[in-house]
């Protein structure tokens, strides 16, 4: 007797409703919505959010709240058109781990020798202190690193990037991600009691775009993974790495020309960019 032959196949799932690029729409007000507001109280009404909330720094649970914004807002959308069931198959791009060695050499070494060039630049990288006085506060602040800024991912590349691949060619999708998520940072610049308020905001601007063209291909070659845009969020945050700026936008600037360049033949067309923001379920077919 003949075994059967077992294949898979995507199946939509019955509940799944479509989530098109119109969702890019009630993202976009959402992770404005929680981030602009909470900030905009804090720059027009100060003294009575300090004394309600305490004063907002970058450890404050308002200000972790505004930068999980995208992924508070691409939860909920996600969450509203497929149900339990999408979402843990959203979420298990947070586990897609699988990319060219080149890559992983450009997130783990690439990306700390980038500032540590910028910083001989600007000829403070043997000037600077240490950033933290003991290995405690060394652990404290790579964890607080590790669980803010990079959750962002989750509504950037994690749903924003493939519904814009959806109708632009990489090279434009990163491009407009770039222009969005450099604006939604503008607030905090306005703020004395943030890291941001140290660093002119034109230069950031301007890295925010490049860094989101030099994510776009890695997304795409990693097939949608929302794992390794975070590590690479993660990575040029590292509050270990030496204060670069504004040399490290030049520098940054450069690396997403090259990138652009050696990603020259799937860049500037659609074909193979990644679109789903939900994988498809597979389901085992007997023949």
Not at 50 to 59: K, R, Y
Not at 204 to 219: D, K, R
């Amino acid at each position: 007797m003949e075994s059967p032959i077992v294949t898979s196949t995507t199946v939509a799932h019955p509940e799944q409703k479509p989530l098109t690029v119109l969702a890019l729409a009630p993202f976009l007000l959402i992770t404005f919505a929680i981030a602009w507001t909470i900030l905009a109280l804090y720059i027009f009404l100060p003294a009575p959010m300090s004394e309600v909330f305490g004063t907002l720094s970058g450890h404050h649970p308002l200000f972790f709240l505004a930068v999980y914004a995208p992924a508070i807002a691409a939860g909920i959308i996600v969450a509203r058109c497929s149900g339990p069931g999408g979402f843990r198959r959203y979420l298990s791009r947070s586990l897609l781990w699988r990319c060219s060695p080149g890559w992983w050499s450009f997130l783990i070494i690439g990306i700390p020798l980038i500032f540590v060039a910028g910083s001989w630049w600007k000829g403070n990288l043997f000037s600077d202190p240490f950033p933290f006085s003991s290995w405690q506060a060394l652990l404290v602040g790579m964890l607080l690193a590790t669980i803010k800024g990079p959750v962002e991912e989750f509504g950037w590349r994690g749903l924003a990037l493939p519904l814009l691949q959806r109708t632009f060619p990489p090279i434009v999708a990163g491009l407009i991600l770039g222009v969005i998520w450099g604006l939604w940072h503008l607030p905090a610049f306005m703020l004395s009691t943030t890291q941001q308020s140290d660093w002119s905001f034109a230069p950031f601007f301007v890295g925010c775009i490049a860094l989101s063209i030099i994510v776009t291909p890695l997304f795409n070659a990693s097939r949608g993974s929302i794992l390794l845009p975070a590590i690479f969020h993660m990575s040029v945050m590292n509050p270990v790495l030496p204060d670069a700026q504004p040399y490290d936008t030049y520098l940054l600037i450069v690396v997403a020309a090259l990138v652009v360049w050696f990603n020259r033949t799937t860049m500037f067309t659609r074909h193979g960019s990644v679109t789903e923001v939900i994988p498809p379920l597979q389901r085992e077919v007997k023949r």
